[in-house]
C-alpha cells in the first residue's frame, strides 16, 4: 500500500463506513483528505466539507504517523474555525464551523503554514502503513 496513490479514489459516503476500515487504512484516509481539502481551499474548506466530520479522527491520525508540527496545526485552525470548541456530536460541525468571513485572515495563515510542510506527510503516512503491515 503506497500513500497517496493508492487512496486517491478511496472514496467514503458515511461515518459507519469509515469505522469499517482497517485502522491504518483509517489514517491514510484521514490524512490524504486533509491534505486534499486544505490545499484546495484551506483549513475553512477542510472544515466546512463532509471532512469537517473526521477532524478528531484526523488529529488522532497525525499524533499517529509523528506529524505534530501539523497536529499543532490542525488543533490551531481548530480553534479558529470553532471558537466554542469542536462539537462532541461531530455530525453537528457544518452547523458550528464558524462564518469564513470571521475568521479568513487567521486560517489563511495557519493554510500557509500547512504549505510548508513542516512534517513530510506522505513519507511519515509510508513508514506508518510499512510497520503496520
Known amino acids: 500500500m503506497s500513500y497517496p496513490e493508492d487512496f486517491d479514489d478511496l472514496l467514503i459516503d458515511t461515518k459507519a463506513e469509515f469505522m469499517r476500515l482497517a485502522p491504518k487504512v483509517q489514517v491514510a484516509y484521514c490524512l490524504h483528505r486533509l491534505e486534499a481539502e486544505v490545499n484546495n481551499g484551506g483549513f475553512h474548506q477542510f472544515f466546512s466539507n463532509s471532512t469537517g466530520e473526521y477532524v478528531t479522527e484526523t488529529m488522532r491520525a497525525l499524533v499517529e504517523i509523528g506529524a505534530t508540527k501539523t497536529s499543532e496545526l490542525l488543533k490551531r485552525a481548530v480553534s479558529i474555525g470553532f471558537p466554542a470548541g469542536y462539537p462532541s456530536d461531530a455530525s453537528q460541525y457544518e ?37 503496520s503491515i
Not at 464551523?97 to 495563515?109: I, Q, T
Not at 506522505?122 to 513508514?127: A, G, H, P, T
Open 95 to 131: 452547523s458550528l464551523v464558524a462564518d469564513f468571513d470571521d475568521v479568513v485572515d487567521e486560517l489563511d495563515a495557519l493554510d500557509q503554514e500547512f504549505f510548508k510542510y513542516a512534517d513530510p506527510l506522505s513519507e511519515l503516512v509510508n513508514k506508518y502503513l510499512a510497520k
